[in-house]
């Protein structure tokens, strides 16, 4: 059964362009078909995957232009991009009816094709993000290993348990993981305890230590396993997705 995660935190810079991307890869690499969708305007996953000139993107797909199309970036890992003109979508959307629903009702028709669908959210909790919830099966949220990493989380919690209530009653939060990670620093250990007490249940046993590679192969468009397998990126991601790999073998009902 296909599952359809979103990776969010409506804070910016915490790594989730860069995890849907190297997770994304990484369960490709462990033999799963993977769909990325960049729902973010600001489009940094398509231009990290060195996607900035299809005619085939979210928004169309959003505003009813054309269905979704999926770009091949290489066997069993597709994207579907995204551009600037979708941070007119929330506005241009708001008057429609069920337009919660969109996404859900796009995905439909293609979702069978893959294993795994990851969608990039946007830093911000408005149309786009509800519209990834209510799609969604779990919702992943990495946090970024620093003073104030769990300031505004309330706020995220607070929407997901809204979404689940009024839209999406099989949402949950699939796992919270750590990224930018360097263990030299004492703070980020502090910070590290802080986030595992306040969620004992959802912390990932991998954590995304700090790696300049990770932002290198951003620049070349590509993931991290093309750009550097044997790098400390690699390595966690690769972990990372095994780890979700076995949570999600571990609910499939018998
Ligand atoms: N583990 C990491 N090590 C080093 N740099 C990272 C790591 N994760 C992300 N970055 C860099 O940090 C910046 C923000 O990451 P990004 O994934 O775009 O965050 P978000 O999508 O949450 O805004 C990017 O420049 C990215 O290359
Ligand atoms: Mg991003």
């Known amino acids: 059964m296909t599952k359809i995660i979103t990776i969010s935190n409506h804070k910016g810079g915490v790594g989730k362009t860069t995890s849907a991307i190297n997770i994304g890869a990484g369960l490709n690499k462990l033999g799963k078909k993977v769909l990325l969708i960049d729902l973010d305007p600001q489009a940094n996953l398509s231009q990290n995957l060195g996607i900035t000139d299809s005619n085939r993107t979210i928004y169309g797909a959003l505003r009813g232009l054309h269905g979704l199309e999926p ?10 991009p995204s551009t600037l003109d979708l941070s007119g979508a929330e506005i241009e959307l708001s008057g429609e009816a069920g337009r919660e629903f969109i996404l859900k009702e796009l995905l439909e028709p293609i979702k069978k094709k893959y294993d ?5 959210s946007p830093p911000s909790l408005g149309l786009l993000t509800i519209n990834a919830f209510t799609a969604s099966d779990e919702i992943f949220i990495p946090l970024q290993a620093e003073f104030l990493a769990l300031q505004g989380l309330t706020k995220l919690v607070e929407v997901i348990n809204k979404i689940k209530k009024r839209l999406n009653p099989s949402l949950k939060i ?26 004992p249940k959802e912390i990932l046993s991998t954590s995304i230590r700090d790696n300049i590679a990770l932002a ?28 979700i790999l076995k949570i999600k073998n571990f609910k499939k009902p018998k």
């Open 71 to 80: 770009t091949s970036i290489k066997p069993g890992f597709d994207l579907i």
């Open 116 to 120: 795994f669908i990851l969608i990039d």
């Open 216 to 243: 290198k192969a951003q620049t070349q468009g590509l993931d991290i396993f093309r750009y550097n397998q044997k790098s400390q990126g690699a390595n966690d991601y690769l972990s990372l997705s095994k780890e």
């Open 174 to 199: 699939g796992g919270v993981f750590i990224t930018q990670y360097d263990s030299r620093k004492v703070l980020n250990r502090d910070v590290v305890e802080a986030i595992k007490n306040h969620f």
